[in-house]
């Protein structure tokens, strides 16, 4: 029989084989219905942002909170295209946010962010939003489009202090709609749901947003359409997130709750279910695992009495898989992948629920 410091080195081998079949998977799936701190590390958060209070907090709940700026970025990219420009992603999230002044009246506001750099730029702070700063508004190289719900009338174009924008690579919204019309104060300190489609193939965005009431439903009360290609902005890898900022005006930035959900497109534009179709590879491959692992060991046995097969080829082989994979998967013991899945207990299948796999065994 095989010892098990051998076997597990053939589960690693297996393990890190499935890993980069999954991610290879380029669209991007999650859903918190409210932030605990042990959710901390599915994000990418700036200096002055956290989890706190059932939520990610933007800028400080705490301290100083005046002239801050800060990010908070899911910890992985999607793919917006693929790199032969053929077919775009669809997008979908949905999030409830809580914005409540702490000076009178509140400032400056928050923004769903699309970009290819999660990383909070200096000086953003005030009416920058943690957006762009003075020296990187309005420029293409920023690849960023963003939602804003202004809170400050900072600028002559800025319509007012409470509405919504559509930015892009700049503060300067491309479009804007007062919140006032639907009745709505963003800065009044209500949970405000907000819903976001960007549809690939008829290349629309579209946002719904309306109060919320505790637990219940997001509402659809459509807000604005508007016709944007955002392949001509974004770029291939794009990071999800939101971004936030006070001055001497400041208020809490707070996001309570948030799904969002990507597909790649087929060229027919028919969305296709990637992710359930990895659930099932996956559920089917598991199990099989452990055997699939004692197969690669005899079958390495009895090349090596033949040849005198060397380890090394191996490892190499497995470098040639790894190197065609769009991530570099992470190495897994047989014992972390069994205490991951509570020994390969079915009801921990990876995949499931909208978590992704590396979440679940990282
Ligand atoms: C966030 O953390 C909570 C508490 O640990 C956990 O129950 C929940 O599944 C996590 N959410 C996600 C989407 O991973
Ligand atoms: C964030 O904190 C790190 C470590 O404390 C520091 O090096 C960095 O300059 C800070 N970044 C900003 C933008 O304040
Ligand atoms: C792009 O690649 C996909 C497969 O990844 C293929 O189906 C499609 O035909 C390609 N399109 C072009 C224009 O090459
Ligand atoms: C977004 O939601 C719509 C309506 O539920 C659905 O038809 C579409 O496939 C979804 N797209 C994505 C990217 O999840
Ligand atoms: C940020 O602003 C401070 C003062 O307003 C300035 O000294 C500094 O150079 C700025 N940093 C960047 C990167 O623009
Ligand atoms: C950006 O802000 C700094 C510090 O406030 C200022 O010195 C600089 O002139 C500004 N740059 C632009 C392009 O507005
Ligand atoms: C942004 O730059 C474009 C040119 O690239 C220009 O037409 C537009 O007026 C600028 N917008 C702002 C708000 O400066
Ligand atoms: C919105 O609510 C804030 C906080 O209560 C208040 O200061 C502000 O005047 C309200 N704005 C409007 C337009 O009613
Ligand atoms: C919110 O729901 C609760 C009961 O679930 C109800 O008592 C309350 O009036 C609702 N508030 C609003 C503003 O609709
Ligand atoms: C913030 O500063 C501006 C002038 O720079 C001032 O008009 C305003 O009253 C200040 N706001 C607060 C809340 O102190």
């Not at 999650?30 to 059932?54: E, H, K």
């Not at 730029?121 to 003075?134: D, R």
């Not at 804007?176 to 290349?203: E, L, W």
């Not at 695992?289 to 060991?297: H, I």
């Amino acid at each position: 029989m095989p010892s098990s410091s051998q076997l597990s080195r053939c589960l690693s081998i297996v393990a890190v084989a499935v890993l980069c079949v999954v991610t290879k998977a380029q669209s991007l799936e999650f859903s918190y219905p409210y932030f605990s701190a042990q959710n901390s590390t599915d994000f990418v958060f700036s200096n002055s942002s956290s989890i706190g209070d059932g939520a990610l907090q933007i800028t400080p709940n705490s301290g100083n909170p005046a002239y801050q700026s800060g990010r908070v970025f899911y910890k992985e990219a999607f793919k917006l295209r693929r790199s032969n420009g053929s077919s775009l992603t669809s997008i979908n999230t949905s999030f409830v946010f809580n914005i409540r002044s702490l000076s009178q009246p509140g400032g400056e506001g928050l923004a769903f962010i699309l970009t290819n750099n999660p990383r909070l730029p200096t000086n953003s702070s005030g009416q920058w939003l943690g957006v762009v700063n003075n020296r990187t508004d309005n420029m293409t190289s920023n690849h960023i489009v963003a939602v804003e719900f202004d809170t400050r009338k900072s600028y002559a174009n800025d319509l007012d202090d409470n509405h919504v924008g559509l930015d892009v690579n700049g503060i300067e919204s491309i479009y804007q709609v007062p919140f006032g019309a639907v009745g709505i104060n963003i800065s009044s300190g209500a949970d405000v749901g907000v819903s976001i489609s960007f549809d690939a193939v008829s290349k629309s965005f579209v946002l719904y947003a309306a109060l919320v009431n505790g637990t219940s439903a997001i509402g659809n009360t459509l807000i604005f359409t508007w016709s944007i290609d955002l392949s001509v902005y974004l770029s291939e890898d794009v990071w999800v997130g939101f971004s936030g900022s006070t001055s001497n005006f400041t208020q809490l930035n707070q996001i309570k709750r948030w799904y969002f959900s990507s597909l790649d497109t087929e060229d027919t534009g028919t969305p296709k279910k990637k992710k359930s179709l990895r659930s099932i590879w996956l559920l089917t491959m598991l199990p099989l695992l452990p055997a699939f692992a004692v197969f690669l060991y005899w079958k390495r046995k009895e090349k090596r009495r033949i040849y005198r097969y060397d380890r090394r080829v191996v490892r190499q082989d497995i470098e040639l898989i790894l190197e065609d994979c769009s991530k570099r998967p992470v190495r897994f013991q047989l014992k972390e992948l069994k205490d991951a899945t509570a020994n390969f207990d079915p009801s921990r299948q990876l995949g499931k629920a909208g978590s992704e796999l590396s979440t679940e065994v990282t």
